[in-house]
């Protein structure tokens, strides 16, 4: 069982910036991790994950803009976000999961996600 606490949120204008933080009651050295968003009346999107060797991959929208990090000895996984579009607006989740391939896929185990809203 893995215990997720995101934060970082809040409303910011476009054009500006938001640290995301993600927090495992775990280690998370052993698990590949990823960020999803879920915009209102939207599926959850994948924007970007960090494998255990710390190779990163995003979403095409955020490729430039958004950059995601660990800290292992922190339990941590951050998403960095410069440049926000309204269309960035969602809540933001992190994911522990693996690669198949270059397939991310996720355990079940989630927070309760942290909102991003970006409106001027």
């Known amino acids: 069982q893995v215990h997720l606490v995101e934060s970082g949120g809040g409303l910011v204008q476009p054009g500006g910036s938001l640290q995301l933080s993600c927090t495992a009651s775990?280690?998370?050295?052993?698990?590949?991790m990823g960020w999803y968003r879920q915009a209102p009346g939207k599926q959850r999107e994948l924007v970007a994950t960090i494998s255990t060797r710390g190779i990163t991959r995003y979403v095409e929208s955020v490729k430039g803009r958004f950059t995601i990090s660990r800290d292992n000895a922190k339990n941590a996984v951050y998403l960095q976000m410069n440049s926000l579009k309204p269309e960035d607006t969602a809540v933001y989740y992190c994911n522990p999961g693996y690669f198949l391939g270059s397939k991310f896929s996720g355990y079940d185990y989630w927070g309760q996600g942290t909102q991003v809203t970006v409106s001027s």
């Open positions: 775990t280690s998370v050295s052993a698990y590949a």
